[in-house]
Antibody, heavy 123, light 111 residues
Framework: QITLKESGPTLVKPTQTLTLTCTFSGFSLTTSGVGVGWIRQPPGKALEWLAL???????RYSPSLKSRLTIAKDTSKNQVVLTLTNMDPVDTATYYCAHRLIYCAGSNCYDYWGQGTLVTVSS | QSALTQPRSVSGSPGQSVTISCTGTSSDVGAYDYVSWYQQPPGKAPKLMIY???KRPSGVPDRFSGSKSGNTASLTISGLQAEDEGHYYC???????????FGGGTKLTVL
């Protein structure tokens, strides 16, 4: 049974760096084809894809946020960490981590999601 | 503004069929057969309903089907049920630079 759960601060100040941790179970990020992605959703708005890390440490980022994003994995802890620098109120959103469906031909298929964590950016 | 264009809302009565469109460009939807669809009930995480344009993950009813023509993908839900209400998002692979793009979402109301 695959589960994922996001953790991190619920409130950050503008210009601060956000660090979110995705702790998962039921799969290993050392298995070929496995990936974990991050997607966010501002209140009342659409989903926005942020980043993806694969089992082989290959990483992909949204081009609009690439300069501010870092994704990393800790396979010993079954965790994926996302950092987003220079936070702004427009970054207020629910942040989700999700497991990439292994036999999906693209990289846009996420079959298990965490519950999401709402991060508010405000001074 | 989202990269993929979806109608803001659609509606249908129980038992009817509805189709949600998702229009992209020749760089995303039109270039790859890598379109997925997500259902998001209010206050919950999205659920994968369709991937690779037409494939259904295990457990998704065959009332849900996907298709694509040119730069437009579609999700059809037949035999509408009250539990189908929610927002639906399309998502496409968009190449090695942009990578993944979502649509703006469509709210489905079952009348």
């Amino acid at each position: 049974q695959i589960t994922l759960k996001e953790s991190g601060p619920t409130l950050v100040k503008p210009t601060q760096t956000l660090t979110l941790t995705c702790t998962f179970s039921g799969f290993s990020l050392t298995t070929s084809g496995v990936g974990v992605g991050w997607i966010r959703q501002p209140p009342g708005k659409a989903l926005e894809w942020l980043a993806l890390i694969y089992w082989d440490d290959d990483k992909r980022y949204s081009p609009s946020l690439k300069s501010r994003l870092t994704i990393a994995k800790d396979t010993s802890k079954n965790q994926v960490v996302l950092t987003l620098t220079n936070m702004d109120p427009v970054d207020t959103a629910t942040y989700y981590c999700a497991h990439r469906l292994i036999y999906c031909a693209g990289s846009n298929c996420y079959d298990y999601w965490g519950q999401g964590t709402l991060v508010t950016v405000s001074s | 503004q989202s990269a993929l264009t979806q109608p803001r809302s659609v509606s249908g009565s129980p038992g009817q069929s509805v189709t949600i469109s998702c229009t992209g460009t020749s760089s995303d939807v039109g270039a790859y057969d890598y379109v997925s669809w997500y259902q998001q009930p209010p206050g919950k995480a999205p659920k994968l309903m369709i991937y690779d344009v037409t494939k259904r993950p295990s457990g998704v009813p065959d009332r849900f089907s996907g298709s694509k023509s040119g730069n437009t993908a579609s999700l059809t839900i037949s035999g509408l049920q009250a539990e189908d209400e929610g927002h639906y998002y399309c998502c496409s692979y968009a190449g090695t630079y942009t990578f993944v793009v979502f649509g703006g979402g469509t709210k489905l109301t079952v009348l």
